[in-house]
């Protein structure tokens, strides 16, 4: 995948920011649609070279501005084939200052695949460890079901190395159904891709 170039914003910035859709006292984030506003926010959090190695190309470090804008705009456009609301892409941001820390979302699938949808997140270096995608996570998978009923199955694709991705999926209910081997290869390191699976009857 090539570097995105910047895009033209759907809506300015000065604009208010989105309501919360929910929120979470005990991690202390709120999850809300992205907002242009959120560009430096997501530049700071994005900016880690231990988060772009799990990350697919696009995901660049050093993290330019315009990629950030480009990733709001990207974000607000994600939907359901047939359903063109809600949007299936969200900010995950701090409670306290409505700051954003990460993001979670998911893209369906098309074809004889079309009840299943590829589940993505990722989360500031600076808040990993407290429980935070573990607990958005478990939320966004329950959403997701209620919201959608033609959707039978939500899978992750993590990178092998990812272990932390993996614990946050196990806790989130999803199953390990299998390694593609060697199948991503990024700045000349090949590596697997590890697929976890969870479907509509195990969510609980």
Same mark, same amino acid.
């Given at each position: ?7 033209? /914003? #759907? ?12 929120? =979470? ?28 190695? @799990?990350?697919?190309?696009? %995901? #660049?470090?050093?993290?330019?501005? #315009? ?15 047939? +359903? ?6 969200? #900010? ?7 700051? %954003? ?5 998911? /893209?369906? &699938? ?6 299943? @949808? *590829? *589940? ?24 997701? =079901? ?5 959707? &039978? ?12 991705? /993996? ?6 209910? @999803? ?5 593609? +081997?060697?199948?991503?290869? /990024?700045?000349?390191?090949? @590596?697997?891709?590890?697929? =976890? ?8």
């Amino acid at each position: 995948m090539s570097s995105p170039e910047p895009q033209e /914003k #759907a809506q300015p910035e000065d604009t208010p920011l989105p309501p919360p859709l929910i929120t =979470f006292p005990s991690a202390n984030v709120l999850v809300r649609l992205h907002h242009p506003s959120d560009a430096p926010a997501i530049q700071a959090a994005g900016d880690s070279p231990r988060i772009a190695y @799990f990350m697919g190309r696009a %995901f #660049a470090s050093p993290f330019p501005l #315009a990629l950030a804008h480009y990733l709001v705009g990207y974000a607000n456009t994600i939907t359901a084939p047939g +359903r063109p609301d809600p949007l299936l892409c969200y #900010a995950i941001c701090d409670a306290a200052t409505n700051t %954003f820390i990460g993001t979670i979302g998911a /893209k369906p &699938r098309d074809d004889v695949e079309s009840g299943t @949808f *590829v *589940v993505g997140y990722w989360l500031g270096e600076k808040w990993w460890g407290r429980g935070i995608m573990t607990e958005v996570l478990r939320w966004y998978v329950k959403w997701g =079901f209620d919201t959608f009923d033609g959707v &039978r199955r939500l899978e992750g694709l993590v990178h092998e190395k990812n272990d932390g991705s /993996k614990k946050v999926l196990g806790k989130a209910g @999803f199953v390990y159904e299998g390694t593609r +081997r060697k199948a991503g290869e /990024k700045d000349g390191e090949v @590596f697997g891709i590890e697929t =976890f699976g969870l479907l509509r009857e195990e969510c609980v």
